[in-house]
């Protein structure tokens, strides 16, 4: 409690009369016994001033904020006095000295310049400002001219990030607007050159080795600079937007191609039609020179077998067996006589065994046996 307040409990009689405002002129009042103050009242009034100064701790820690925290894919630049310190700070949490120091946290992920014709031009006669927070930025396509003269624009994606390492040092030489002064200079640089050494019509073709030849370039250039400050991750060649007197000139190409192609195909399928009936020929060739070589050797080997038969029988014709049979012969023909007198037998000439008889009954059959 202030200390006129105690002052206040222990002033005399005198002090209740006053010469400001007439108190002279009032009776005397009874004098008041005196009272102390309550001790709560005493210790908050000697503590009052660390109050005050808690209070104003706190103010100042709000107001000034002397830390930050960063985050991953972050880094932050602490600058003294307006100088930049070499190593960046890491993730997690930082104090500084207000008002002496400051912190500047930088994004160091992978962020991407998409040079695209959906970008208005009165964006890009504005001085388009290089900035996103998302890490995804909107710029004009690019425009170039090839080997002809001819005017080619390109849509091209670029991913890069920014190396943590480097970060106090890009930012003391480039500031804030590195991207701006860094990659989209180079790209464009980089993106008319490439293009510069090919022929329109050659483009759509080659895209891939265009894509390959950016790529190579723009690392080449921004490892170049002091310290190498970007990291290049990705080049994506997403459109080549040719002259109208070119793109037709190509589809021209194209429709020939493809009907050279039909024709080609049609001749293989002629071709491949033929083949497959020749091979039919030949197949039914071979099959009847086959069936028929097979019928020849089968009468071939039946002739060979028959003949080795005769050789066989011959063999065993002796001058008895011919007897045997002779007699054997002769009793059949006693036998036919006995049966038909008037049969009339031949015999073979040089008196050999007789092979036939006829019935002299039937004369017209005697007649033609005759005749």
């Given at each position: 409690?202030?200390?006129d307040?105690?002052d206040?409990?222990?002033k005399?009689?005198?002090?209740?009369?006053?010469?400001?405002?007439?108190?002279g002129?009032r009776?005397?009042?009874?004098q008041?016994?005196?009272?102390?103050?309550?001790q709560?009242?005493?210790d908050?009034g000697?503590k009052?001033?660390?109050?005050y100064?808690l209070i104003?701790l706190?103010?100042?820690?709000?107001i000034?904020?002397?830390?930050v925290v960063?985050n991953?894919g972050e880094?932050?630049?602490?600058a003294?006095?307006?100088?930049?310190?070499?190593?960046?700070?890491?993730p997690?949490?930082?104090?500084f000295?207000?008002?002496?120091?400051e912190v500047m946290?930088?994004?160091?992920?992978?962020?991407?310049?998409n040079y695209?014709r959906?970008?208005g031009?009165?964006?890009a006669?504005?001085?388009?400002r290089m900035?996103?927070?998302s890490?995804?930025i909107?710029?004009p396509?690019?425009s170039?001219?090839?080997?002809?003269?001819l005017?080619?624009s390109?849509?091209?994606?670029v991913?890069?990030?920014?190396?943590?390492?480097?970060?106090?040092?890009?930012?003391?030489?480039?500031?804030?607007?590195?991207?701006e002064?860094?990659?989209n200079?180079?790209?464009?640089d980089v993106?008319?050159?490439?293009?510069?050494?090919?022929?329109a019509?050659?483009?759509?073709?080659?895209r891939n080795?265009?894509?390959e030849a950016?790529?190579?370039?723009?690392?080449?250039q921004i490892?170049?600079k002091?310290?190498?400050?970007?990291?290049?991750s990705?080049?994506n060649?997403?459109?080549?937007?040719?002259?109208?007197?070119?793109?037709?000139?190509?589809e021209?190409?194209?429709?020939?191609k493809?009907?050279?192609?039909?024709?080609?195909?049609?001749?293989?399928?002629?071709k491949?039609?033929?083949?497959?009936?020749a091979a039919?020929?030949q197949?039914d060739?071979?099959?009847?020179?086959?069936?028929?070589q097979?019928?020849a050797d089968?009468?071939?080997?039946?002739a060979?077998?028959?003949?080795?038969e005769?050789?066989?029988?011959?063999e065993?014709?002796?001058?008895?067996?011919?007897q045997?049979?002779?007699?054997?012969v002769?009793g059949?023909?006693?036998?036919a006589?006995?049966?038909?007198k008037?049969?009339?037998?031949?015999?073979?000439p040089g008196?050999s065994?007789p092979?036939i008889w006829?019935d002299?009954?039937?004369?017209?059959k005697?007649t033609?046996v005759k005749q």
């Open positions: 409690m202030p200390a307040l105690n206040y409990f222990n005399g009689k005198g002090n209740n009369g006053g010469s400001g405002g007439g108190g002129d009776p005397n009042r009874p008041r016994p005196k009272k102390d103050a309550p709560f009242l005493n908050f000697k009052t001033g660390w109050l100064a104003g706190i103010a100042l820690l709000v000034a904020k002397p830390f960063i991953s880094v932050g630049i602490k003294t006095a307006g100088k930049y310190e070499k190593d960046p700070l890491r997690g949490l930082h104090f000295v207000p008002f002496l120091q946290v930088v994004d160091t992920k992978v962020r991407s310049i695209t959906n970008v031009h009165d964006m006669s504005k001085g388009y900035s996103g927070a890490g995804v909107n710029v396509s690019i170039a001219l090839d080997a002809r003269g005017l080619i390109m849509d091209i994606t991913q890069y990030r920014l190396k943590p390492d480097t970060a106090p040092q890009t930012i003391a030489t480039y500031g804030t607007s590195w991207e002064k860094i990659i200079p180079i790209v464009r993106v008319r050159n490439v293009v510069g050494s090919y022929k019509e050659e483009l759509p073709i080659k080795d265009i894509a950016i790529k190579i370039s723009i690392e080449k490892s170049a002091t310290g190498a400050p970007v990291q290049l990705t080049v060649l997403r459109e080549i937007v040719l002259p109208p007197k070119i793109v037709e000139q190509i021209r190409v194209q429709i020939a493809q009907e050279g192609d039909r024709v080609q195909l049609e001749v293989l399928r002629a491949q039609e033929a083949e497959k009936k039919l020929a197949g060739a071979d099959a009847k020179k086959i069936r028929a097979g019928t089968a009468i071939k080997i039946e060979e077998a028959k003949a080795f005769n050789i066989k029988i011959g065993s014709l002796t001058s008895e067996m011919l045997l049979k002779q007699i054997e002769q059949q023909f006693n036998q006589l006995s049966v038909n008037n049969a009339q037998i031949f015999l073979t008196g065994t092979n006829v002299s009954k039937s004369k017209s005697a033609a």
